[in-house]
């Protein structure tokens, strides 16, 4: 994927590996990422068909329609998530991105990180943290391979292991440490499908809470839930964006290695940052302002600099931009 494209990952959906039949449908749902399950929608017995099966899909050239095909393994601590990433080193087209479940530490996501770079991949990450383990370590798991662009938050698992309810008061927590690590590396954050479909309001009210809390995106069980979760995770309005992320680039001095292929939020909420609201990380200096204007609009940028001119005194309009401009400058969570 090259390295200016922006995906969104507002919504996933789940199909199984053993039915490559339903996979023209799934991406025809409107979810931004179509996710194929090798782990927990087959059954044992199944796991070598639905494994070949997925892989021959990518023999197929895909279509460059905006969505995003990830591969979920079963997790790396069994045989059958051995076996799985074995068949995708070994298939004619690597899957372009595998999710990695049950991710306990960022050593078995180092592992396989280094496992296809030797192989010549390009193959994507994406992990779920769903353990009391791997909630420890989210923020270290966040930060293990440059690969990883989303961090998705198992919340049936997660429940199971605190032996609490499977609501949204009692795994906040959870949920904001998974999002603080996400933040941390500049990733997505996908929050837990809601489990009742007929209950479209109560998924509703969990989706925005869970955009407001900082989640970039929400899953889903059934394609009714499609549109509400887009239109809830998408920009506000066409000029002043609710969050915009782009593809960004992070590199370490000093001979450090490189960070490549980061997704970077730019803007959250910025009328409501202007307006003295809550600043969780800011910038210096106006450098992004050209990315500014292509994003939000010349105009938003110099309104926004007269509300920093009026609320902090600043002499010139110029110094006020500059400091419109330090909004934009990092990730912003």
Same mark, same amino acid.
Not at 108 to 113: I, N
Not at 194 to 199: E, H, R, V
């Given at each position: 994927m090259d390295n200016e494209e922006f995906q969104p990952r507002r919504s996933f959906i789940f199909m199984p590996? !053993? &039915?490559?039949?339903?996979? @023209?449908? #799934? *991406?025809?749902?409107?979810?931004?990422?179509?996710?194929?399950?090798?782990?927990?929608?087959?059954?044992?017995?199944?796991?070598?068909?639905?494994?070949?099966?997925?892989?021959?899909?990518?023999?197929?050239?895909?279509?460059?329609?905006?969505?995003?095909?990830?591969?979920?393994?079963?997790?790396?601590?069994?045989?059958?998530?051995?076996?799985?990433?074995?068949?995708? !080193? &070994?298939?004619?087209?690597? @899957?372009? #991105? *595998?999710?990695?479940?049950?991710?306990?530490?960022?050593?078995?996501?180092?592992?396989?990180?280094?496992?296809?770079?030797?192989?010549?991949?390009?193959?994507?990450?994406?992990?779920?943290?769903?353990?009391?383990?791997?909630?420890?370590a989210a923020y270290e798991i966040a930060q293990s391979s440059d690969r990883i662009d989303a961090m998705f938050f198992g919340g049936v698992d997660m429940a199971a292991e605190l032996r609490a309810a499977n609501k949204w008061e009692t795994l906040l927590y959870a949920r904001s440490r998974v999002v603080h690590a996400a933040a941390g590396a500049g990733?997505?954050?996908?929050?837990?499908?809601?489990?009742?479909?007929?209950?479209?309001?109560?998924?509703?009210?969990e989706a925005q809470l869970a955009e407001e809390l900082g989640f970039t995106g929400k899953g889903s069980i059934h394609p009714k839930q499609i549109a509400p979760l887009n239109a809830i995770f998408s920009p506000r309005c066409p000029r002043t964006p609710g969050y915009r992320r782009l593809r960004g680039r992070r590199q370490r001095s000093c001979g450090a290695r490189q960070q490549t292929d980061r997704k970077t939020r730019v803007a959250y909420d910025v009328s409501h940052r202007a307006r003295g609201g809550e600043d969780r990380r800011g910038l210096s200096g106006a450098a992004r302002l050209l990315l500014v204007h292509d994003h939000v609009g010349v105009d938003i940028v110099h309104a926004l600099a007269g509300r920093v001119l009026a609320h902090e005194g600043l002499v010139g309009i110029e110094i006020a931009i500059d400091k419109v401009g330090a909004f934009f400058q990092r990730p912003v969570f």
């Open positions: 590996g !053993v &039915s490559p039949d339903m996979f @023209p449908k #799934a *991406l025809a749902t409107g979810a931004d990422i179509v996710c194929i399950d090798l782990e927990d929608a087959i059954a044992p017995n199944h796991k070598q068909d639905a494994r070949e099966r997925t892989m021959k899909l990518f023999e197929t050239p895909q279509a460059k329609d905006g969505v995003e095909r990830i591969v979920r393994i079963n997790c790396l601590r069994t045989t059958d998530g051995m076996a799985d990433v074995q068949a995708a !080193v &070994s298939a004619v087209t690597a @899957p372009p #991105a *595998l999710m990695l479940p049950k991710v306990v530490s960022p050593d078995e996501v180092k592992a396989l990180d280094e496992l296809l770079t030797e192989h010549d991949m390009l193959t994507r990450l994406h992990v779920i943290i769903e353990t009391n383990a791997g909630l420890e990733l997505d954050v996908i929050d837990v499908p809601y489990l009742d479909l007929d209950d479209m309001e109560g998924m509703e009210r």
